[in-house]
């Protein structure tokens, strides 16, 4: 059985031209998982066009999980928002 999707790694300005009321149908009979690569390259494309991402680079994530006084502030903030009981 033939596998559907994207070829992972391969550049979407290597694929010969199409035209979006083409692309639009057959990325939605894409399966899921396929649909997620799509998007992926896409955006990873476009960020590279935009010189704004250097690929293979690592770029720092903020996480709330450290932060305890954002969560005390976010916590009094929703107790003030709350309606009188």
Do not use: C
């Not at 990873?44 to 690929?55: M, W």
Request: charge should be negative; aromatic fraction near 4%; charged fraction near 20%.
């Amino acid at each position: 059985m033939a596998k559907r999707g994207l070829a992972i790694g391969v550049r979407l300005s290597t694929l010969p031209p199409v035209q979006l009321a083409e692309l639009g149908p057959a990325l939605n009979n894409l399966p899921r998982p396929d649909k997620f690569r799509a998007v992926q390259s896409l955006t990873a494309e476009l960020a590279q066009g935009e010189d704004a991402l250097t690929p293979g680079a690592e770029y720092p994530v903020w996480s709330p999980s450290d932060a305890h006084s954002a969560a005390a502030a976010l916590s009094a903030f929703l107790k003030d928002q709350a309606p009188p009981q």
